[in-house]
């Protein structure tokens, strides 16, 4: 049973600095593709930053030079570094997952859409206060 488990949450203030993890257990596919999806209050879910079996790491230009995403060498944990925090990255965040590569636009980048991703977390809230 897979299984994706995130922690890191908190409270901040703007400038400040938080390390989201997810725990991958149960996921044996070699290839995949993992994301870190946020949702606001009253919001839609978008997307934030995927990796793919590779390591090659997309971001949305909203996260882009703040957010960094990188997995451990066992592949079991995904982190998510976040500096630069903004009142407006206010969010849930969520570790996803799904096997293959990381789907794409036509344009080339991620197509970060929720029904791409058969696996989910329950997700960590971050807060940033201005």
């Known amino acids: 049973q897979v299984q994706l488990v995130e922690s890191g949450g908190g409270s901040v203030q703007a400038g400040g600095s938080l390390r989201l993890s997810c725990a991958v257990s149960?996921?044996?596919?070699?290839?995949?593709?993992m994301a870190w999806f946020r949702q606001a209050p009253g919001k839609e879910r978008e997307g934030v930053a995927a990796?793919?079996?590779?390591?090659?790491?997309s971001y949305v230009d909203s996260v882009k030079g703040r957010f960094t995403l990188s997995k451990d060498n066992s592949k079991t944990t995904l982190y998510l570094q976040m500096n630069s925090l903004k009142p407006e990255d206010t969010a849930m965040y969520y570790c996803?997952?799904?096997?293959?590569?990381?789907?794409?636009?036509?344009?080339?980048?991620?197509?970060?859409?929720?029904?791409?991703?058969?696996?989910w977390g329950q997700g960590t809230q971050v807060t940033v206060s201005s």
């Open positions: 149960g996921y044996t596919s070699s290839s995949n593709c």
């Open positions: 990796i793919a079996s590779d390591g090659i790491t």
């Open positions: 996803a997952a799904r096997s293959g590569a990381c789907p794409k636009t036509t344009g080339g980048s991620v197509a970060f859409r929720i029904y791409f991703f058969g696996f």
